[in-house]
């Protein structure tokens, strides 16, 4: 019976192993195959049983954008499931950070990053960002690659922006879908439809679609919330998909079958042609709970549809009222039988 080498790790095509040693951990890339991350985790043992202990001073200092790399292959991947948000935050941060070691990255550097991003990007972008600088630090003072760093003094949140109020009008609509490439029009009308998350949509498969209960099951594992959740499907959805569940596997796919991982680039190059500014895939959620909502729906049913945790969560973050919808309620104060033009007047 074999015996499982807990040394030894494939990530991604790649061996790495991981062992310590007079109380310092190692992590290095061992090579292409098991054997060869076997036999360079030896030599790497006997170098350095064989060598001189190290002083403060020889401390391995190695670049932010090889730990940082190290971080994305070791931790991230494998633990984190929005491991694809620091992938691109990492390509941001190693245009600041890439080329310095560890030990020179400091608060100054970190605040001026901050008011150069804030000059580029949404204040929810620079805190993910710090947010993952944070993570890649953190583990670099748990895998004794950095001796010390104040992480508490990198200030996350420091204040909120206004709230995002942007809902898809009936005209945006049939401009973007007129100027959506061929293989992201159903994925604007699912949306639009079922308020799935984008990446709940991309890796939808035709085994989470029942026609005969009309529905769709988002598993566990697709879900933000990491809670299953059935979504009930109307008759334009119905007949979207159809034509497109004759195969197993990727509902939305590309030639060879293998799914989509971001359609970011279509969308915005969509929205230009479609001359729509400031929306992006997400408002499409908003755009469906506002809709359905307008439209009479009841809301108990619309945030189990959503997947969100309460109520009020979810009127507040995603439900946006048209200015005709708020006059329509304030008008239904004069429309009552007791009103009369009299009875504001005396």
Known sequence: MKTKERNL?????RWFFDFSLDGKRYIRIGGKTKEEARAAMARLRVELSAGPKESPAEVEDPLFKDFAAEYLELYAKPNKRSWERDERSIKHLDRCFGDLPLSQISLLRVERYRVERRALVALGTVNREL??????????????KL??????KIKINLRDEPRRERVLTREEEARLLAEAAPYLKPMITLALHTGMRQGEILKLRAEHVNLAYSSIVIPAENSKSKRARRIPLNSAVLELLRPLLKDQGFIFHKSRGEGFHRIGCGFKAACERAKIEDL????LRHTFETRSLEGGANPVNIVKIMGHHSMSFSLDH?????????????????????????????
Request: charged share 30%; net charge negative.
């Open 9 to 13: 790790k494939l990530i991604d095509g």
């Open 131 to 144: 947010s993952c600088l944070k993570g890649i630090l953190s583990k670099a003072l748990d895998w004794d």
């Open 147 to 152: 001796e010390s760093f104040p992480l508490r």
């Open 280 to 283: 992006r895939f997400h408002d």
């Open 318 to 346: 995603y439900h946006h009222p048209s200015q005709e919808m708020l006059l329509a309620d304030v008008e239904t104060l004069v429309n009552t039988k007791e009103y009369t033009k009299e009875s504001i007047t005396h």
